[in-house]
DNA sequence: ACCTGAACACCGTTCAAGT
DNA sequence: ACCTGAACACCGTTCAAGT
């Protein structure tokens, strides 16, 4: 990240009224007008034409302030992780577990509505500082549980792991269909719950025994049951 | 899946010398080169084109089996599922917990080596069948453990989120720097050890902690770290 | 029923040139 | 230092035609 250099940052000319034959950008507004994208309408909308668009310039500018598409999305992604990290940068001194819970249930909030997000999250901390400094803050926390060195990598990777994963799961980018709007979300839902219905219950009980809490149930509460599963362990293993 | 012909399935034909003025194929023997590219070169470098030469065909004859890239991909993530579901299939009725390890610790064995995998597996499953039946599989035995249904579901969720999750982390598609092969993995592995080693140790007291545990760490210990924390979570759940 | 080559409408990226 | 338009080398997908 401090390898490229990052107009705006501290710079002088920060936004005023120029004389505008030609567009101006900033890696905070190349990022921002990405996310916009990446949220409207998916990671697979979002080209590097499309982005130039949105910022008014020619396609070959975006290219000065990234390498590429590959580090556009993990710059996005982690520009996101930034806002998380500043709602939880004050976490406090209370229960490391309680706090544990905290940070991965507003991770979870902004990774769950961003379908794009798992795929580059905590990708390249070298490229990635909040993901870094996030990854830090979870660790900070597992550590005071008084752990041996590696009980504490473990349980910090088996957080976060827990967190992208699941997040990305429930996030997942849409089919075709359904970003295209040809399809709603909930017609979507509807359509694998009769699927699951229809099953042979022979062959399938366990889907059968749970599809009535799979119809209709929320994301968040099924992340939080796996979640306290897993901080439960973690309590225990601090505990002995 | 069952919506589209199949050929192959049971066919006369199954791969007599004919007269060869053409390429033929079948849904396995697209899926089975997908997967080779896939594990030799990853997601980036399955085009159309790549298999078909594979294939030894055109390009057109690829969307008589699949309707496009996306179905392609998410069949062939099913394949290799697949596979991990017929050395679980026969997991006997031991101790449920230690078959859910069992099954886990098998998938990740299957992902993690597979990079391309993780955005793929475990997304449709009106296509994807060897996911349903696993996911099926994995249900049974919590179910096993007598909890309610909206427990079972909470927990079967977990499981399969902390392994997708977990080992896709892991197996990460990496930079194009490696995949180009102009940097092997180790020399970018100690690139990313001596970076957080150079961080600020009063910032970043949680990476010193355990940078010697990160440094030559070993995947499959730290995956079974965090899964045992899971397990143990659930088998307190189940106790109680 | 299954395969083909060519064509279409895109992409990401680069580059020489501008300001 | 930052932006531009045009060009290059690709893509996924479709289609009319073949066998």
Redesign the interface.
């Known amino acids: 990240m401090a390898t490229r250099p990052q107009p705006g940052d501290a710079s002088s000319r920060s936004r005023g009224p120029r004389t505008r034959s030609r567009a101006s950008h900033s890696l905070e507004s190349v990022l921002a007008a990405a996310v916009a994208i990446l949220d409207e309408s998916g990671a697979q909308r979002l080209t590097i034409r499309a982005l130039a668009a949105r910022l008014g310039g020619g396609v070959a500018s975006v290219y000065w302030y990234v390498s590429g598409r590959?580090e556009l999305l993990d710059l996005a992604a982690d520009s996101v992780l930034g806002g998380v990290l500043e709602a939880v940068a004050d976490i406090g001194d209370g229960d490391p577990i309680d706090n544990l819970r905290t940070i991965a249930v507003t991770m979870f909030d902004a990774i769950v509505d961003r379908p794009w997000l798992g795929?580059y999250v905590?990708?390249?901390?070298?490229t990635q500082i909040h993901s870094?400094q996030l990854?830090?803050l979870i660790?900070?926390q597992?550590?005071r549980l008084e752990l041996t060195?590696?009980?504490?990598?473990?349980?910090?990777?088996?957080v976060?792991?827990?967190?992208?994963?699941?997040a990305?799961?429930m996030g997942?980018e849409p089919?075709?269909a359904v970003v295209s709007g040809e399809m709603s979300k909930e017609e979507y839902m509807a359509?694998?719950t009769a699927?699951?219905r229809a099953l042979d219950a022979a062959?399938?009980?366990?889907?059968h025994?749970?599809i009535?809490?799979?119809d209709g149930?929320d994301d968040r509460?099924?992340f939080i049951?796996?979640?306290?599963?897993?901080?439960?362990?973690?309590r225990?293993?601090a505990e002995r």
């Not at 905590?122 to 070298?126: F, G, K, N, Q």
């Not at 060195?149 to 088996?158: G, I, K, L, N, V």
């Open positions: 590959d795929a905590l990708r390249d901390t070298a870094l990854y830090e660790g900070e597992v550590m060195p590696r009980q504490s990598f473990h349980a910090t990777s088996a976060v792991g827990f967190v992208i994963g699941t990305a799961d997942q089919p075709e359509g694998a699927q699951w062959r399938f009980p366990y889907i025994h749970i009535d809490e799979f149930h509460d099924q049951g796996g979640l306290d599963l897993l901080l439960t362990g973690l225990l293993q």
